[in-house]
């Protein structure tokens, strides 16, 4: 795949030309390989249910705080530690030879701070200690912001190495297959376990983030099991303040690619609504406790059902068109949310769920997102690129503190309505964005069916 006429050449690595397969013995295992990244992602879901942001994150700052401001600060937590750090890091992964044991480390660590919130709660419920305290709001941050800035790592590990490993036209069907099976037995734990978790109006989120903890492991060992050739011959890392600096010139060159920070940028406010779903239900529809069950089942079954829809889609036609589609289905959950609630009980709390079916669309946005940067650069830029739109899509969540206090201050329709205008906004802008696929070469567009090697 050659690089977009208005991307900067990337002089470290003039060997690589950015086709796929960068090696040859990646076509011959990459059915493996998929598969083994599939199953990575199902454990990683099994993992991150029990964390939902839209969900459990939310509901367990509010049992220890309740303040609105407060419930804001989790997606800028979240961007911050998504965005900031991988760019300084990105190069080093560029150098690193074996992109799976990074990526199998990241998770690892992502673990932790599970295992810390878990021992923590039940400690807090077995020595009877007052929950609702500052400092464990503060703990909670903390942590939080810890899981974040590994999480970073975490993403642009993953697509690097779904970069190195997966062909194009085949990263929607990783896609379909990891979230669709993903969902399954993630649904299937939920209702097996969480009824007995949030039967008290005090829910045991000490195993809730126990579960966690033990999927995120699980899924690390399994990214180990997948194939991969080291890189050789990989120019030295530069050094990491210069990562800011690289960030910046690669964005300068490249007019596609400012184009897609800012549509990114103006869709992210579907993103930023996410801890408030669960509180606008609470405060206007009476709902809470065994709810969450509800919530958690039907985003994962929209997620599970939207991305077999999505993941042929973008095979088919690419992800420009992809990413379109997403955008303009991210406004259907704030419209619902708004609507169900301006009706009221019985009907707007019996049909609540349904904004988590549609918030499914979202985490498909953001992984399309991902699939499209990687197309639109060499392989050798891939951490760059990754890391560059990380960090330039993470400034609307500065604002995220100053939407959960206009929530408090004016409400619930000024706020979603306005997350519509601008997710709209972006979803024009996205017109402009181009089509890398016609780029392709023929090995690198090569349709496969699972189990066949190429």
């Known amino acids: 795949m050659n690089p977009p006429e208005d991307a900067l050449p990337c002089p470290e690595t003039p060997h690589d030309d950015g086709r796929w397969p960068t090696h040859p013995e990646l076509a011959s295992h990459e059915s493996r390989n998929l598969l083994v990244l599939a199953l990575q992602q199902v454990l990683f879901r099994i993992g991150w249910i029990f964390k939902t942001e839209s969900v459990v994150m939310p509901a367990f700052l509010d049992l220890v705080s309740g303040a609105g401001w407060l419930r804001g600060c989790l997606p800028v937590i979240n961007r911050f530690g998504q965005s900031l750090p991988p760019v300084f890091w990105a190069d080093r992964l560029r150098a690193t030879p074996y992109k799976k044991r990074a990526l199998a480390v990241f998770i690892f660590l992502m673990s932790g701070p599970f295992v810390v919130l878990s021992g923590v709660w039940f400690a807090v419920r077995f020595y009877n200690v007052e929950y609702r305290a500052s400092w464990l709001a503060a703990l909670f941050l903390g942590l939080y912001l810890v899981f974040f800035l590994v999480a970073g790592f975490y993403r642009i590990g993953y697509g690097t190495l779904q970069g190195k490993l997966i062909r194009p036209t085949r990263r929607g069907q990783l896609l379909w297959l990891s979230t669709m099976w993903g969902t399954l037995p993630a649904i299937g734990f939920v209702l097996w376990f969480m009824p007995e978790w949030l039967r008290s109006d005090i829910p045991a989120f000490g195993p809730i983030f126990a579960s966690v903890a033990i999927g995120f492991l699980l899924s690390g060992l399994c990214a180990l099991m997948a194939f991969e050739p080291a890189d050789r011959d990989q120019a030295p890392p530069t050094a990491a303040v210069r990562g800011m600096v690289d960030s910046l010139r690669v964005l300068g060159g490249d007019a596609n690619l400012r184009r897609l920070v800012l549509v990114i940028m103006l869709t992210n406010m579907g993103i930023i609504l996410f801890p408030h779903y669960q509180s606008l239900a609470r405060e206007k529809l009476g709902l809470s406790g065994m709810s969450m069950i509800a919530w958690l089942v039907a985003q994962n079954v929209g997620i599970g059902v939207f991305s077999v829809l999505i993941g042929c889609l973008a ?118 964005l181009k089509e890398p696929r016609h780029r392709l070469e023929p090995e690198e567009a090569m349709p496969l069916d699972v189990g066949t090697e190429g």
């Open 315 to 432: 095979d088919a036609r690419g992800y420009r068109l992809t990413l379109q589609l997403l955008i303009v289905g991210s406004v259907a959950a704030p419209l619902l949310a708004l609507g169900l609630a301006g009706i009221g009980q019985p009907w707007g709390g019996r049909f609540y769920w349904c904004v988590f079916i549609m918030l499914g669309v979202i985490p498909l946005g953001l992984q399309a997102t991902m699939n499209y940067t990687l197309e639109i650069c060499r392989t050798d830029q891939h951490a760059r690129y990754l890391s560059t739109v990380n960090l330039c899509t993470a400034a609307p969540f500065l604002f995220s503190p100053l939407v959960g206090w206009a929530i408090d201050a004016a409400g619930y329709n000024v706020v979603f309505t306005g997350a519509v205008v601008s997710i709209l906004a972006g979803a024009v802008l996205s017109l402009g």
